[in-house]
C-alpha cells in the first residue's frame, strides 16, 4: 500500500525564481494538504484540495497557489521566491474532503532558497 | 495566544520511565486532536488520534483529552531511547474545514 510520495526531496533555487513541488496521496485517499514547516516550528497550513477545488486557505500570500488533478495527486507552485520560503514542504493526505479524518504525511520536499 | 501551546522542552526522561506531554488549545469548538511523532530530518508520522474526552490507550501510547479545560496529553510508557523525537500536537479546530494547526513540538530525550 503506497503511503504519500512527494518530488522531488531537495530543492534549490534563487530569490525570484519558481518553483513547483508534486504530490500523490495514499492510496484511497482524495484530499490533499499542504504545509510548510520552517526549523524549530510546528507545520503551517497553506492550503487544501478536494474534488480539483480549493476548498481552504491559510494565511499565506497569492504566490503560493496549487493544482489538484483527477487522479487527486497535487502540485504547489511558487513564484517570486523569498528568502523566507526556504523551508520543509509537507503534503498530507485524508479522506473525505473537510471531514476530522487523520491526515498523513509525505517525507517532504526541503527547499532552500539562496 | 497561541492557538496550539507546546512546552519546547527538552523533556529528558530515563529508559523505562513514562513520559507525559502536553498541549492546550485555544478554540473551544475543536473537535479533534492529534499526535505527531517527527524524527530529526523526517516527515511528521501519526501516532495518536483522539475525539471524546478521557483516555485511548494504543500500545505503549495513551491519549488524555479535557475538552473543558482544553487540553490533550500523550502518555508514552516505558520509554525507549528510539522514542528520543519531537513530538506535535495538532487540533481540527471548530468551523470548516479541516486543516491541522500545530503546536511548535516537544522534544523528548529518553536516555539509556
Known amino acids: 500500500d503506497a503511503g504519500v510520495t512527494q518530488s522531488p526531496t531537495h530543492l534549490i533555487k534563487t530569490r525570484g525564481q519558481q518553483v513547483t513541488l508534486r504530490c500523490s496521496p495514499k492510496?484511497?485517499?482524495?484530499?490533499v494538504s499542504w504545509y510548510q514547516q520552517a526549523l524549530g516550528q510546528g507545520p503551517q497550513f497553506i492550503f487544501q484540495?478536494?474534488?480539483?477545488?480549493?476548498?481552504q486557505r491559510g494565511n499565506f500570500p497569492d504566490r503560493f497557489s496549487g493544482h489538484q488533478f483527477p487522479n487527486y495527486s497535487s502540485e504547489l507552485n511558487v513564484n517570486a521566491l523569498l528568502l523566507g520560503d526556504s523551508a520543509l514542504y509537507l503534503c498530507?493526505?485524508?479522506?473525505?474532503?473537510?471531514?476530522?479524518?487523520?491526515?498523513?504525511f509525505g517525507d517532504g520536499t526541503r527547499l532552500s532558497i539562496l | 495566544q497561541k492557538e496550539v501551546e507546546q512546552n519546547s522542552g527538552p523533556l529528558s526522561v530515563p529508559e523505562g520511565a513514562i513520559a507525559s506531554l502536553n498541549c492546550t488549545y485555544s478554540?473551544?469548538?475543536?473537535?479533534?486532536f492529534f499526535w505527531y511523532r517527527q524524527y530529526s530530518g523526517k516527515s511528521p508520522e501519526l501516532i495518536m488520534s483522539?475525539?471524546?474526552?478521557g483516555d485511548k490507550e494504543d500500545g505503549r501510547f495513551t491519549a488524555q483529552l479535557n475538552k473543558a479545560s482544553q487540553y490533550v496529553s500523550l502518555l508514552i510508557r516505558d520509554s525507549q531511547p528510539s522514542d528520543s523525537a519531537t513530538y506535535l500536537c495538532?487540533?481540527?479546530?471548530?468551523?470548516?474545514?479541516?486543516?491541522?494547526?500545530f503546536g511548535a513540538g516537544t522534544i523528548l530525550r529518553v536516555k539509556s
Open positions: 498530507a493526505s485524508s479522506l473525505g474532503g473537510t471531514t476530522n479524518q487523520p491526515q498523513h
Open positions: 492510496s484511497g485517499h482524495d484530499t
Open positions: 484540495y478536494y474534488e480539483e477545488e480549493e476548498r
Open positions: 478554540d473551544r469548538g475543536s473537535q479533534s
Open positions: 483522539i475525539y471524546s474526552n
Open positions: 495538532a487540533v481540527i479546530g471548530g468551523g470548516y474545514g479541516n486543516k491541522l494547526v
